[in-house]
């Protein structure tokens, strides 16, 4: 059983599934749905379109390079049967795609954290300019953030990096 690969979008396309397309120069282009199909037809470029895996590699929304990708490779070989590792690739599949997805977890959080550094300073910014917002009682002993929460966000930015 073989596995392809969506020509459009990346996704696994399994038996039975998406429809296949052969050019008369003999290359195989494999779609995983008539989404991808359509697309094809219309003659997009997918680099150019949000959704598929290639606009996402492009523009490092998705983790690209890691060596949980390097187990997954084409043979054009088959290889000969043998129980033990058959056994013992069943066994490492839950493990590396566990790896897998918190290393996606990690990276996706990197990506998010200057966003979110930044409309923090925002939140502080405007919480010193506009003191009423806070209720009467606490507006006497008020400290401004703003000072406190950028030393902070530059230490948490260094912890980061190493
Ligand atoms: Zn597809």
Redesign the pocket.
């Known amino acids: 059983m073989r596995l392809e690969k969506?020509w459009?979008?990346?996704?696994t396309v399994y038996p039975g599934h998406?429809i296949q397309f052969v050019r008369n120069d003999a290359k195989v282009f494999r779609?995983?749905?008539s989404?991808?199909h359509k697309n094809f037809k219309m003659k997009r470029n997918p680099r150019k379109v949000k959704w598929t895996k290639a606009y996402r590699h492009l523009r490092g929304k998705d983790m690209t390079q890691d060596a949980t990708f390097e187990f997954e490779r084409k043979r054009n070989r088959p290889e000969r049967y043998d129980r033990n590792v058959t056994e013992q690739t069943l066994k490492a599949i839950p493990l590396i795609t566990k790896i897998r997805h918190e290393r996606q977890k990690t990276h996706i959080n990197k990506r998010q954290q200057a966003g979110k550094s930044m409309s923090r300073k925002k939140d502080a910014k405007e919480l010193d300019q506009d003191l009423q917002m806070l209720p009467k009682k606490d507006i006497a002993h008020y400290e401004p953030k703003t000072k406190v929460l950028v030393s902070q966000l530059k230490t948490e930015e260094n912890l980061m990096e190493e």
Do not use: P, V
């Open positions: 969506c459009f979008c990346s996704s998406g779609f995983c749905r989404k991808c």
